[in-house]
């Protein structure tokens, strides 16, 4: 099971670099739901119209998935780590939702999430 980060699933719609590599994991990804607002908020930046994202998302077999309450907790606690301050507040609810997932790892184009000590898989786009 792989959980995107939002610059993967911009990747995706913009058919960036590592696309391909976003698209071999659907159906079965999961997102967080404050990295579907990320995408949102990175697509009406763009001018682009997001309301159709979550459904093409469901369609694509993206399962979306809200933040916990003990996510939040370790959301936070992850700032601790060293290099852990580099994270925004979005890196840190996708990797607790990383954590939570069994047997997952993160898709993200964040060169610097490859660098911390994190307890799970890092698979960066490009």
Same mark, same amino acid.
């Given at each position: 099971m792989t959980v995107l @980060?939002?610059? %993967?699933? &911009? %990747?995706?719609?913009h058919g960036e670099p590592g696309a391909?590599?976003?698209a071999e994991n659907l159906p079965g990804a999961l997102i967080c739901t404050?990295?579907?607002?990320e995408v949102v908020g990175k697509l009406? @930046?763009?001018d682009v119209d997001p309301?159709?994202?979550r459904d093409l998302l469901v369609t694509a077999g993206v399962a979306i998935e809200?933040? &916990? %309450?003990? @996510? %939040?907790?370790?959301a936070g606690t992850l700032r601790s780590l060293p290099g852990g301050r580099a994270l925004s &507040?979005?890196?840190?609810?996708? &990797?607790a939702l990383t954590v939570r997932t069994d047997s997952a790892e993160v898709l993200t184009a964040?060169?610097?999430?490859a660098d911390l000590d994190l307890p799970v898989r890092v698979r960066l786009l490009r």
């Amino acid at each position: 099971m792989t959980v995107l @980060d939002a610059s %993967a699933v &911009l %990747a995706l719609i913009h058919g960036e670099p590592g696309a391909d590599l976003v698209a071999e994991n659907l159906p079965g990804a999961l997102i967080c739901t404050v990295n579907l607002a990320e995408v949102v908020g990175k697509l009406v @930046d763009v001018d682009v119209d997001p309301r159709r994202l979550r459904d093409l998302l469901v369609t694509a077999g993206v399962a979306i998935e809200p933040l &916990l %309450a003990e @996510d %939040a907790v370790l959301a936070g606690t992850l700032r601790s780590l060293p290099g852990g301050r580099a994270l925004s &507040l979005g890196d840190r609810c996708c &990797l607790a939702l990383t954590v939570r997932t069994d047997s997952a790892e993160v898709l993200t184009a964040d060169h610097v999430w490859a660098d911390l000590d994190l307890p799970v898989r890092v698979r960066l786009l490009r």
